[in-house]
């Protein structure tokens, strides 16, 4: 079984794209995140994302991994933590889930700041987006 590799173009279930580039020295990434729905009517920008893998190389064969997306076009912050794997065939799959953040006018409204959910992202045909 050959190891997962996060960097490449990946879509999730909700049509979301996002480009990982290739990973750091130290296991650390970069990459960009183009949503396909958001929480507020704002138009949707590309937001940048970084993130770790873990392990750090390209030991694990199925490795665990974390990034955060600075949105930019809201003030909300989301954290998406995930596995790689891959199956008989070579197919990668992208097991998610994300906490996303909203920014709440004061601490009455904290309650109703932060969402849950998972997503699975799977690879796209290396192209131009
Ligand atoms: C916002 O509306 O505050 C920013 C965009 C949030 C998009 C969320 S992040 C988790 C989920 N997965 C996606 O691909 N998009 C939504």
Known sequence: ?????????????LGSNMTLLALDMDGTFSGSYHTAVAATDKQILVSPLQGVLQPPGTKGQQPTFG????WQFADSTTVFVGQCFVDRRGKETLETA???REGVPSRRDVWKAT?????????????ME
């Open 1 to 13: 079984l050959r190891p997962c590799d996060l960097q490449g173009l990946w879509r999730n279930e």
């Open 67 to 70: 990034f955060t997306v600075q």
């Open 98 to 100: 994300w906490l996303l």
């Open 115 to 127: 969402s849950v959910g998972t997503n699975v992202f799977t690879r796209l045909p290396n192209k």
